[in-house]
């Protein structure tokens, strides 16, 4: 079957860095992508990774592990703003993504 | 960059009636669009996918006659909830495969748009 693990809910203080895990289990595999979600609005893209290893992109960067089917974004420099949902989503082939659960991330003061 | 606009953004509607949601891609074309459903604190979950001139294909367990898509043009596809209710209260969310690697790779998404069925 088709699996996508993240963990419900993290809690980071401003100006810390937080680490979100995504392991997954995919009958395919062409890349893998990072959202973020605000509560009632549309995801947005962060990073989408096909080859082993770190991209980094500013305070936000994302890892790939294929081999291990598993990923991770770093956040630093964390502000208020950045409390959202976190959505791992593994492009399976043929446009055929899918989402995990999300990662509800707050940030306190 | 690429837009997808999601129109209407909420609605409300009575148990029984009809909800028309439209997907519109505004400056470039969308030959395929997904349709998500994403309940509260929950994942996206794709319901059908939508193709300009042909039928939609729809995932397991979604009913094609309730969910009823259209892909008309290049640029627009819509989805009608018929018969709606309670249960079908959610958030639906649209979004286009795209090309634009540095800035949104892979999908655009709609705004979404807040059912609420009374």
């Known amino acids: 079957g088709q699996n996508i693990d993240q963990p419900t809910e993290m809690t980071a203080t401003e100006g810390a860095i937080v680490q979100i895990n995504c392991t997954y289990q995919?009958?395919?595999?062409?890349?893998l992508f990072w959202y973020q979600q605000h509560a009632g609005e549309a995801p947005t893209f962060l990073s989408y990774?096909?080859?082993?290893g770190l991209e980094e992109k500013g305070r936000f960067s994302s890892f790939l592990s294929r081999s291990k089917g598993y990923s991770y974004l770093l956040l630093k420099e964390l502000q208020m703003k950045d409390s959202a949902s976190y959505l791992c989503a593994v492009d399976t082939g043929g446009f055929k993504t899918i989402f995990g659960a999300g990662t509800r991330l707050f940030v306190k003061a | 960059g690429a837009v997808v606009s999601q129109h209407p953004s909420r609605v409300i509607c009575k148990s029984g009636t009809s909800v028309k949601i439209e997907c519109r891609s505004l400056d470039f074309q969308a030959t395929t669009m997904f349709w998500y459903r994403q309940f509260p604190k929950q994942s996206l979950m794709l319901m059908a996918t939508s193709n300009e001139g042909s039928k939609a294909t729809y995932e397991q367990g979604v009913e094609k006659d309730k969910f009823l898509i259209n892909h008309a043009s290049l640029t627009l596809s819509t989805l009608t909830v018929t018969s709606a209710h309670p249960e079908d209260s959610s958030f639906y969310i649209c979004?286009?495969?795209?090309?634009?690697?540095?800035?949104?790779?892979?999908?655009?998404f709609g705004s979404g748009t807040r059912l609420t069925v009374v």
């Open positions: 979004s286009a495969p795209n090309r634009d690697r540095a800035t949104n790779y892979g999908y655009t």
């Open positions: 995919t009958s395919g595999f062409n890349g």
């Open positions: 990774n096909v080859l082993d």
